[in-house]
């Protein structure tokens, strides 16, 4: 993973998004460290801006779910 460029990650669909594994990619997206955001420091849901977030949120329970949104 540290050869893919970007960030590779695993979060769970519980509030806030904990990650369950983050590249070491994430620090040159973010400016912070995989192992940080791993403890949740920040949580996945702050890296997404406030506007954005409850539409990310649906489109993660859409996925889930197996819908389309825009149906």
Same mark, same amino acid.
């Given at each position: 993973? #540290? $050869?893919?460029?970007?960030? &590779?990650?695993? @979060?769970? #669909?519980?509030? =806030? *998004?904990?990650? +369950?594994?983050?590249? !070491? =990619? @994430?620090? /040159?997206?973010? =400016? *912070? %460290?995989?192992? /940080? &955001?791993?403890?949740?420091?920040? /949580?996945? %849901? +702050?890296? &997404?801006? +406030?506007? !954005? ?9 859409? /996925?889930?779910? =197996?819908? $389309?949104? %825009?149906?």
């Amino acid at each position: 993973m #540290a $050869n893919v460029p970007g960030m &590779v990650y695993r @979060c769970s #669909a519980r509030p =806030g *998004w904990p990650m +369950e594994f983050v590249s !070491e =990619g @994430c620090a /040159a997206l973010t =400016g *912070w %460290s995989s192992a /940080a &955001v791993m403890r949740q420091q920040p /949580a996945f %849901s +702050e890296m &997404v801006i +406030e506007e !954005e977030r409850q539409g990310v949120q649906d489109a993660v329970e859409a /996925a889930i779910a =197996g819908t $389309n949104r %825009s149906s």
